[in-house]
């Protein structure tokens, strides 16, 4: 591929979209030219990058006839079952961060921190995992590869802003006073809720089964054990999660904090005597993953309790997929 792509961003008036942006400046991503799309609803619109106005194009069946090497696309799913297929017909690379792809097993599921090589393998699609789901794996791998993985139970408390800017409202409405309900069933603000998308025939929601799923295709190993509960928290920004993981060998606690603190993206915040642990609020705004709270977990052989924060539009979107697009242009 040419060091300096053409490249598109689909959805680019969203959250995630105007993230990729963000990131794309902040990380100096080389381009030639740059194309905005979006739905009809945004089309028209300007939007400034690196000082250049461009005018967002209405997302079509004909948008990918111009040369464009890389789309980012974050426009949901139904867009991107319609549009990713046609995009890589045309030659495109399409980083998709919806979940419509993430589970087909023709298109490769990448953290680049995990699995970058699988990459190699794309036929036009990549898909960037769940957002929750990332950020479990930058912290699982040296322990996958060092230790073996039997069995993982994730709870996770995650930030509304994952909800797009619908549940941002809902939360900022809330904290004012008034309980509307657009993003959730439920008010958020004050609120816990144990419901993330829809609720499935085995009782779990489609959210606890995609970091499982997602989790076994990104480690490659469908032999992990693995249950999930997944849980809307009053935060605007950053996913936290409690990692309960049984490894397959015994192991050192002060060797797994010496093996996390020098792995690819993440930063060890570990020092309970002074109350530093990962935050939700510090994590905002960064790309890398924090952990802490490291603890070995008495209650079964070779157990261990980790607790891990990243900003879920930052690292669990837009960066994630800026990083695919990064090792593409390698």
């Keep these: 591929m040419n060091k300096k792509p053409n490249l598109a961003i689909v959805g680019a008036t969203g959250l995630v ?144 802003s994952g909800s797009g800017l619908k549940g941002i409202n809902d939360l900022k409405e809330g904290l004012a006073g008034n309980d509307i309900k657009k993003a959730y069933p439920h008010p958020i603000a004050g609120n816990c809720l144990p419901q993330i998308d829809v609720f499935l025939e085995n009782g779990y929601t489609k959210e606890e089964m995609k970091m499982i799923k997602e989790t076994q295709k990104i480690l490659g190993d469908d032999s992990i054990k693995i249950t999930a509960t997944t849980v809307r928290v009053p935060v605007f920004d950053s996913h936290s999660e409690s990692i309960n993981v049984e490894l397959e060998k015994p192991f050192e606690i002060e060797d797994i904090k010496a093996l996390l603190a020098e792995a690819p993206g993440v930063i060890l915040l570990d020092d309970p005597d002074n109350s530093i642990y990962p935050l939700a609020r510090d994590a905002a705004g960064r790309d890398e993953v924090f952990v802490g709270r490291i603890r070995r977990d008495f209650s079964v052989e070779n157990g261990i309790n980790l607790w891990v924060v990243a900003d879920n539009i930052r690292k669990g979107a837009a960066t994630n997929a800026v990083q695919i697009a990064e090792e593409l242009i390698k």
Excluded: H
């Excluded at 097993?105 to 960037?128: M, R, T, Y």
């Design 17 to 160: 979209g105007s993230t990729f942006l963000k990131v794309l400046e902040e990380r100096d991503f080389p381009f030639e030219n740059l194309y905005m799309m979006a739905s009809a609803k945004s089309a028209g619109s300007t939007i400034t990058f690196k000082g250049k106005d461009y005018v967002v194009e209405e997302l079509t069946e004909q948008s990918f006839d111009k040369p464009i090497d890389i789309a980012l696309f974050s426009a949901g799913g139904s867009a991107s079952e319609k549009f990713a297929p046609i995009a890589a017909s045309k030659g495109v690379v399409v980083v998709d961060n919806s979940s419509a792809w993430r589970m087909d097993k023709e298109v490769p599921l990448v953290v680049p921190e995990v699995n970058s090589q699988d990459i190699s393998w794309n036929k036009g699609i990549i898909a960037n995992p769940n957002c929750s789901t990332i950020q479990a794996v930058v912290a699982l791998k040296p322990l996958y590869d060092k230790y073996g993985i039997k069995r993982i139970v994730y709870s996770t408390y995650q930030a509304v």
